[in-house]
């Protein structure tokens, strides 16, 4: 079976157009955990000249995609929600952290906090539940 490595920087990362375009960095990635990285451009601002709210939906999206999948199954979610609990603006630097809550065969749940840069202040609360297929990476 492929390492948490391998699938998320080979074989997801490498033909995730989207999460490319965000410019984010995967700092770090486990079995059913992962930590990523990245900066509000000018471009992901909305009329309030605030980072639009599927910038940080966006990001935890994908921190999802990466740790529910770092076990070596492909995983789809099936149910989202957010919490936005402050603006960001151009410039601000984001992470998000997926931990994973709950995992059975064909059910996993996680939690992916939001925050900035260095000052680590919550920004965005996100939950997500995948459905674990059976087919491997």
Known sequence: MKSPEEIVNQLMMKNDAFSQWLGIQVLEIKHGYCKLQMQVRKEMLNGFHIA???????????????ASNSHGYKAVSVETSISHTEALKE???IRA?????HR???????????????????????????????QLW
Not at 52 to 66: K, P, V
Not at 109 to 122: C, E, L
């Open 104 to 134: 059975s065969n064909k059910i996993g749940v996680y939690q992916v906090n939001i925050y900035t840069m260095p000052d680590k202040k919550i920004v965005a609360l996100f939950k997500g539940t995948v459905y674990i297929t059976s």
């Open 52 to 66: 639009h709210g599927g910038i940080t939906y966006s990001l935890a999206d994908s921190a999802l995609a990466f």
């Open 91 to 93: 410039g601000d630097i």
């Open 97 to 101: 952290e997926a931990e994973e809550l």
